[in-house]
């Protein structure tokens, strides 16, 4: 059977599910698929664990403890579908159907899973809607405001490149697919540098490592273009074609020479003016961005500075040059038929993910007075977990959480309900590290009573007397009308075409170089150095560094007493809290990574439990002493269940609610500690 990787990865891979007697016995990944190419990561290649794993949730339940505690009993379906209708109709009659609020992430990101039943059930019912912000919106808004999308090159094309820079990106880890591409053009002569503060697996394996400090990268992307103009580095030819603003970037860039930059990002001035002659000279030159680089204050102008530097150099005239976030946005699928905006009430209110727990402990006009959770746990997930955790505990608060595990966020709810996972049910994806539509067929029938989140919101949708003709549409009907576009890169591209073939490129060229002549999607259909937009929105309208909100240069009180800078990438075996209850045995455990002279000015020895804290929170972990971590910033890989940590909190006992420059996104890795030894 053909099966899709559903699970928060550029990678979207193509499985190959072996079934003996009803039973999945082997999945693998597909050798014929261009970017899978026959191999799984360490995660998803365990994926049977997870799908027969004993701690799935297979039947309704009702809670029967205090909240937290996750005890339950099992109820049927109709009495659980029943609870919920009489629950919310209460809530509507007395506070309005804006009391309600869904909260959903990432658990799967199949087109029908994610992104079709279940937003045509909220904007019916009037829920309050949430603007889903948490991993990556601030560099998609910030790349957007540079070339008009967040489309950028194509995976296949790296392999061409003489330079890459993988820019913030653990890629063994978090991209794991990529590498191989990344491996062939060192085959033939390219040289790659890694840009993050942490020496990660990827950083190892490559040729050079800039170990900077987090949140400081659009200052070294401005100074990387101080000495590409200083020293007429730069494609004249390009700019003054497919660029506005060349002269003022000129100008702004002038602001942060090598010594300035140095200073900021903490590494040598020499990194710097290396880093530019290589970038600007060794062409083709490709940037690989990844999501965790934009999580801080100014993470939005980050990306947009990063994103200027292919324009400067003209180095999108190469398929195999250029610069991808994602390729999310280069799939013209038809999001309003799957979704249905008009059936949302006008005023209808917007409440941020990221704010989960002021939303639940503050809100007012109206309470939030209903919570449903699927495809998220934002129990472990969301920022400021204390603040959240207090809200979860309301006892007004009606919480209703569809999992396939008893996570922390299921710990609270008032209602379990079993959910399949990809095996179990079909769904069509598309991928943001390639250009392939995909089909995932079910493999096996769904476990218990568990059953898909598209059936789900079809059974509410009835019992809340819905009656419009799109609550009737079957999950393949749905499909259909996501391909349902005029655009030509979807032509020919039909639902029985991509479930006979597993996977469809999109009908672009090959190789792909979308602005080797312009073409760029902005309001001057050019690569927009200074922005117009930018200044009618109130940022600044040429690339800047803004520092991090927890920084020695922005709160010098706060660093005076929480002087380490705290980053929390995936853990090697886990997404987010994904897998982290499978697959815990392969992790270390919850730890913390500190440089020698940080533990050393703390009486830190290897091996030690420590107590990581700020003024939001704490929690324990153990420490590792090494140098993958740089001086001044520790890591914390994550993230972990509450039941698997010393002290039943994690690294989001320590973030903050605080919001991006732009894209309303999460902060997680603006973030000062500081750091003691534990009793």
Known sequence: MRSVCPHNCPDTCAILTTVKAGRAVEVRGDPDHPTTRGFLCAKVSRYLERTYHAGRVLHPMRRVGAKGEGRFEPISWKEALDEIARRFKEIIAVWGAQAILPYSFSGTLGLLHNNSMDRRFFHKLGASLLDRTICGSAGVVGMA?????????????????????????NTLTSNPHLWPFVAAARKRGARVIAIDPRRTRTAEQCD?????????????????????????LGDEDYMDRYCVGRTELAARAAEYPPDRVAAICGIPAASVEALAVEYATCKPAAIRLNFGMQRHAGGGMAVRAITCLPAVTGAWRSASGGVQLWTFETFPVNHAALQRFELIPPGTRTLNMVELGRILTEVTDPPVKALFVYNSNPASVAPDLERVKAGLRREDLFTVVHEQFHTDTANFADLLLPATTQLEHVDMHIGYGHLYVMWNAAAIAPLGEAVPNTDLFRRL??????SDPCFQDSDESMARQALQSEHPWLAGITLERVQAEGAVRLNVPTPFAPYAEGGFSTPSGKCELFSERMARDGHDPLPAWTPPRESSASSPALFARYPLALISPPGHYFLNSTFSNVLARFEKGPHLEIHPTDAAARSIINGQRVRIRNDRGAFLAEAVVTERARPGVVVAPSLWLSSLTPDGRNVNH????????????ATFYDNLVEVEGAS
């Open 145 to 169: 405001y540079s070339m008009g999308s967040s489309m950028g090159m194509d995976t296949e094309c790296f392999d061409g490149a003489r330079t890459i820079l993988l820019w913030g990106t």
């Open 208 to 232: 050079e490592h800039i170990a900077l400090l987090p949140g400081t990268d659009a200052a070294l992307a401005l100074g990387m273009m101080h000495v590409i103009f200083r020293d007429g």
């Open 461 to 466: 949708a009835a019992h809340m007397g819905f």
């Open 654 to 665: 320590t973030t903050s609610q605080a919001v991006t420059d732009m894209g309303g996104g």
